[in-house]
Nanobody, 116 residues
Framework: EVQLVESGGGLVQPGGSLRLSCAAS????????MSWVRQAPGKGPEWVSG????????YYADSVKGRFTISRDNAKNTLYLQVNSLKPEDTALYYC?????????WGQGTQVTVSS
């Protein structure tokens, strides 16, 4: 059974930082591209960042480029998102996601709230 479990969210002041984690199980983590997606209240899902399975090449939405860093540890089956210089508009539920066998799998999400 594919499982993705996010953690590391919280309440942070503008300009603050967090490190989000996603623990993966039930599939060969190192063989799949991974992404972070977020959903703000009242809005649709927004792709944030992706990382390739083999090359480790990384990709970012313009809205987070230069502030967020995606990484992965294939030995620990874990995906990370370092989020720095947070802004109130970064407030959202953050999910890790991957596609396997024609399906997209998501975790339950971790809430990031940026407020003073």
């Amino acid at each position: 059974e594919v499982q993705l479990v996010e953690s590391g969210g919280g309440l942070v002041q503008p300009g603050g930082s967090l490190r989000l984690s996603c623990a993966a199980s039930g599939f060969t983590f190192g063989s799949y591209d991974m992404s972070w997606v977020r959903q703000a209240p009242g809005k649709g899902p927004e792709w944030v960042s992706g990382i390739e399975r083999s090359s480790g090449s990384t990709y970012y939405a313009d809205s987070v480029k230069g502030r967020f860093t995606i990484s992965r540890d294939n030995a620990k089956n874990t995906l990370y998102l370092q989020v720095n210089s947070l802004k109130p508009e970064d407030t959202a539920l953050y999910y890790c996601a991957t596609g396997l066998g024609g399906y997209v799998y998501w975790g339950q999400g971790t809430q990031v709230t940026v407020s003073s």
